[in-house]
């Protein structure tokens, strides 16, 4: 089945540590897009990617960090500089930047104390 | 992107047409109107898009009015699963980013 995959589902880490959040699509698709949402809020965009080897920073880019070394991996790493990490991380794919539809992967549950 | 105002929350009986509305007053012309739906702790979930004419798909229909100022998402017949929160988002086609504006949508409580 095509689709996106993000792993792990619920992740736990000590404040201070970099923590680095899997996102693979085999829909063969060109963008790649990072999400963050917190409770009761719509999503806010971290970082996009239209193509391998791109990628740009969104509205709340501080403090992540983003690679696209291969077109179906968008790993996202929350750093240690991001200030308020906990929150409900989701990875999305379209065609391309002129796709109406985005697809969205069923997310991770970040938790940093 | 134009902003979009939606209602809190709406309930809607099992068996029943969900009609789930949204303004968009600030709309410019070449503005799409996008549904997409978040199930509880899910990713959200594309439903349908429109730019002026009515829509239909396996899942929803769009209504937007002539003016374009505002539109309605029917579910025809709502069951349980229906139960998400819906989000009305206004973009224009392509664009530097192809971003989706999410703001907090309308929780859409199906009763049995």
């Known amino acids: 089945d095509g689709g996106i995959t993000q792993s792990p589902k619920y992740l736990f880490r000590k404040e201070g540590q970099n923590v680095t959040l899997s996102c693979e699509q085999n829909?063969?698709?060109?963008?790649m897009y990072w999400y963050r949402q917190d409770p009761g809020q719509g999503l806010r965009l971290i970082y996009y990617?239209?193509?391998?080897?791109?990628?740009q920073k969104g509205d709340i880019a501080e403090g992540y960090s983003v690679s696209r070394e291969k077109k179906e991996s968008f790993p996202l790493t929350v750093t240690s500089a991001q200030k308020n990490p906990t929150a409900f991380y989701l990875c999305?794919?379209?065609?391309?930047?002129?796709?109406?539809?985005?697809?969205f992967g069923p997310g991770t549950r970040l938790t940093v104390t | 992107d134009a902003k979009t105002t939606q209602p809190t929350s709406m309930d809607c009986a099992e068996g029943r047409a969900a009609n789930l509305p949204c303004n968009h007053s600030?709309?410019?012309?070449?503005?799409?109107v996008y549904w997409y739906r978040q199930i509880h702790s899910q990713g959200p979930q594309y439903i349908i898009h429109?730019?002026?004419n009515n829509e239909t798909n396996e899942m929803a229909s769009l209504i937007i009015t002539e003016d374009r100022k505002s539109s309605t998402l029917i579910l025809p017949h709502a069951t349980l699963r229906d139960t998400a929160v819906y989000y009305c988002?206004?973009?224009?086609?392509?664009?530097?980013?192809?971003?989706?504006?999410f703001g907090t949508g309308t929780l859409l409580a199906v009763q049995p």
């Open positions: 429109g730019l002026k």
């Open positions: 829909l063969n698709h060109d963008a």
């Open positions: 988002i206004v973009r224009a086609y392509g664009g530097a980013t192809n971003k989706l504006i």
């Open positions: 600030t709309i410019s012309g070449n503005e799409y």
């Open positions: 999305a794919s379209s065609i391309g930047k002129e796709s109406y539809e985005q697809y």
């Open positions: 990617s239209q193509i391998v080897n791109d990628f």
